[in-house]
């Protein structure tokens, strides 16, 4: 079935570090991809999509390509921030299946001045 | 434009008892999605209604039932409590039906089971 495997955390980085969280999935078909971020005590919201191969997201100098020849869909950004503590979830849809989304387990990130 | 609302943000039953959730979309949002959030099992997915029909539906007991209403509002009834049952809520909406586009969040309700 349908399945998103992600990085195990927690992550702890220095402030303006590199980030990388994996995020790798099993699907048939053409499924979109998302990354959704919680901040603590509060819901989950979009960070950024990509609907086909090769599409590449991105948001608040988050990217994220959408690689269909490795089943990937990493998280990076240049430089993290304090306010980038948060738990990242990587997820996708199947396609035109509905709006069954499948979620990875989430990588917490905690970032350190 | 209001996000995704839902309602009581916080409730305590305890075993056997049953409860209803509730879940106002995004104006214009026909798809609602229910996930359970606990620490050990992450975000499941519960059911998908669009147009007031179950499109999707994952792997949770039959004591876990929904529906939608012609405005689009959701609600979510679990029959018969147990502890296991403790975990947050959450209600998604979507505009439309092809999974392409992003699910909007709600903050979630906090199921506690006594």
């Known amino acids: 079935g349908d399945s998103v495997t992600q990085m195990e955390g927690p992550v702890t980085l220095s402030e303006e570090a590199f980030l990388t969280i994996n995020c790798t999935y099993t699907a048939t078909g053409y499924p979109s991809l998302f990354w959704y971020v919680q901040y603590p005590g509060e819901g989950l919201q979009l960070l950024l999509k990509a609907t086909k191969a090769d599409d590449k997201g991105s948001n608040k100098g988050f990217e994220a390509t959408y690689r269909k020849e490795t089943t990937s869909f990493h998280l990076e950004k240049g430089s993290v921030q304090v306010s980038d503590s948060a738990v990242y979830f990587c997820a996708l849809t199947p396609g035109n299946t509905g709006n069954q989304f499948y979620f990875g387990t989430g990588t917490s990130l905690t970032v350190i001045p | 434009k209001a996000g995704v609302t839902q309602t009581p943000r916080y409730l305590i039953k305890t075993r056997g008892q049953q409860v209803t959730l509730s879940c106002s979309p995004i104006?214009?949002?026909?798809?609602v999605s229910w996930y359970q959030q606990t620490p050990g099992q992450g975000l499941q997915f519960l059911f998908e209604y669009f147009s007031e029909t179950q499109r999707n539906k994952g792997n949770f007991p039959g004591r876990f039932s929904g529906r939608q209403f012609s405005n689009s509002r959701s609600e979510m009834n679990v029959s018969t409590l147990e502890l296991g049952d403790s975990a947050l809520y959450l209600c998604?909406?979507?505009?439309?039906?092809?999974?392409?586009?992003?699910?909007?969040f709600g903050d979630g309700t906090r199921l506690s089971i006594l």
């Open positions: 998604a909406s979507s505009l439309g039906p092809t999974g392409t586009e992003p699910q909007h």
């Open positions: 104006s214009g949002h026909r798809s």
